[in-house]
């Protein structure tokens, strides 16, 4: 089997699992393909990795894509699989905060990574609902610190995902602290978001190996739909540490 390095969007969780489930079940192998899948730390990392080609093919967001691109248009990467036709990015916030809408950031702290997604496509969230983006202090820090400074208290808001909902949500209730949230498609933000991307050397130089991994790709989300026990069990089998439950919440998502 072709060796394959499969560049993620972030810390592996739950929504993450049809990948999983197509090393497990031997979907990329019936397409000839040994996928070793990487953890990655936002889309824009995503990006900039396969953007140096760091790694074959990557799982990233196409606002975040189109926004470097934008920055740096020697930039040669394309999507070539779209897996999140509604994008599922959200603000999320302690209710203490008296956070309700989006014009509410102004003033406040967010905490974030600097190549989360949600932080990267947060200009057009606020030109879509009209506040002002200069008027927020963004505190950076590394994703996996992103949940506990926000319980903490050590920032008011922070950028995530819908599919990290059951994430927070428990957090909220083991610490008796209620969160809100808001969607950015619920303000005007309606794009597309995490898919395949690869470089368009890769694109060029490998037609055939790129095309199976696009289409064992899909075929394992497929599968994983109709089977979301089993594919929740193969990442699982992979992240012991993380919640059965919580992992199947996000795949629902």
Not at 50 to 62: E, N, P
Not at 75 to 88: D, E, R, S
Not at 123 to 146: C, H, N, R, Y
Not at 167 to 177: D, P, Q
Request: hydrophobic share 40%.
């Amino acid at each position: 089997a072709e060796k394959v390095n499969f560049f993620l969007d972030w810390i592996p969780y739950g929504k993450h699992a049809s990948f999983f489930a197509g090393v497990k079940y031997g979907i990329y192998k019936k397409f000839g393909l040994d996928v070793k899948i990487i953890p990655g730390k936002g889309s824009g990392l995503a990006v900039k990795t396969i953007g140096t080609k760091g790694a074959d093919y990557g799982h990233a967001d196409m606002g975040t894509l189109i926004m470097g691109k934008g920055n740096n248009p020697g930039l040669k990467v394309k999507t070539i699989a779209m897996l999140h036709h509604n994008n599922l990015f959200n603000i999320v916030f302690l209710k203490s905060s008296g956070i309700k809408v989006p014009k509410d950031l102004e003033g406040r702290k967010i905490g974030s990574s600097t190549t989360n997604s949600a932080k990267v496509v947060f200009p057009a969230l606020a030109g879509a609902a009209g506040f002002d983006p200069k008027k927020i202090t963004w505190v950076t820090m590394e994703a996996s610190a992103q949940d506990p400074s926000l319980f903490a208290g050590r920032v008011d808001a922070i950028p995530s995902y819908r599919t990290r909902n059951p994430t927070v949500y428990k957090m909220a209730k083991k610490l008796g602290k209620p969160i809100g949230m808001f969607n950015y498609s619920d303000f005007g933000v309606d794009i597309y978001s995490n898919g395949i991307i690869g470089h368009e050397d890769t694109l060029r130089d490998k037609p055939n190996r790129t095309r199976r991994f696009v289409v064992a790709s899909l075929e394992a989300f497929q599968w994983s739909a109709a089977n979301p026990a089993k594919a929740v069990g193969a990442f699982i089998e992979k992240h012991p540490h993380v919640s059965r439950d919580l992992a199947r919440g996000h795949w629902e998502i």
